[in-house]
T-cell receptor, first 114, second 109 residues
Framework: DSGVTQTPKHLITATGQRVTLRCSPR?????VYWYQQSLDQGLQFLIQ???????AKGNILERFSAQQFPDLHSELNLSSLELGDSALYFC?????????????FGPGTRLTVL | EDKVVQSPLSLVVHEGDTVTLNCSYE??????LLWYKQEKKAPTFLFML????IEKKSGRLSSILDKKELFSILNITATQTGDSAIYLC?????????FGAGTRLTVKP
């Protein structure tokens, strides 16, 4: 158990809908990362927040957005969902969010878009 | 285009064998290279490398980075069935991070 929690574990929804994935980092970690893992694209970095502010951005679509709240939990919002958004979404946390940090992954949220 | 390439994509060995997994990269403003092990669910961190030529070691696993030739290797000695997993290499650069496709290692008894 990494100490990172993600809810929900599974989510099934329809195309065009909007969903919110939630992540609670390890106690004391200031940085949160979001990743998408699909069969055809592998693991892709989406976005990183550090202490409430966006720190780094990867291959995140405009239909996706994220934020980190004062209590350091983070939410990833996915809107206008498409079939291709079906994937496992991981959140990870690290103490400082710098290159030297170890990232601890949560168990993931499996999103299925029908 | 920034990319991370792992080889082989798949590898089957027997217990006790030694394996070498490769990760090559082409990115601008390299910061670090990370190795992860992914079994059934979430990746677990193995190593982070930032300096060339310095070996990181943990038990039967070791890794080294060559920043001149832009690659890293992950060695696993005396493999066990519990080593069966997907091994992922990731490179951080600028404010981004790119993963390789992974190497699926299967260790047979």
């Amino acid at each position: 158990d990494s100490g990172v929690t993600q809810t929900p574990k599974h989510l099934i929804t329809a195309t065009g809908q909007r969903v919110t994935l939630r992540c609670s980092p390890r106690s004391g970690d200031l940085s949160v990362y979001w990743y998408q893992q699909s069969l055809d694209q592998g693991l892709q970095f989406l976005i990183q927040y550090y202490n409430g502010e966006e720190r780094a951005k990867g291959n995140i679509l405009e239909r996706f957005s994220a934020q980190q709240f004062p209590d350091l939990h983070s939410e990833l919002n996915l809107s206008s969902l498409e079939l291709g958004d079906s994937a496992l979404y991981f959140c990870a946390s690290s103490p400082k969010g710098v290159a030297a940090d170890t990232q601890y992954f949560g168990p993931g949220t499996r999103l299925t878009v029908l | 285009e920034d990319k991370v390439v792992q080889s082989p994509l798949s590898l089957v060995v027997h217990e006790g064998d030694t394996v070498t997994l490769n990760c090559s990269y082409e990115v601008t403003n390299f910061r670090s290279l990370l190795w992860y092990k992914q079994e059934k669910k979430a990746p677990t961190f193995l190593f982070m490398l930032t300096s060339s030529g310095i070996e990181k070691k943990s038990g039967r696993l070791s890794s080294i980075l060559d920043k001149k030739e832009l690659f890293s290797i992950l060695n696993i000695t005396a493999t066990q069935t519990g080593d069966s997993a997907i091994y992922l290499c990731a490179v951080t650069f600028n404010n981004d991070m790119r993963f390789g496709a992974g190497t699926r290692l299967t260790v047979k008894p």
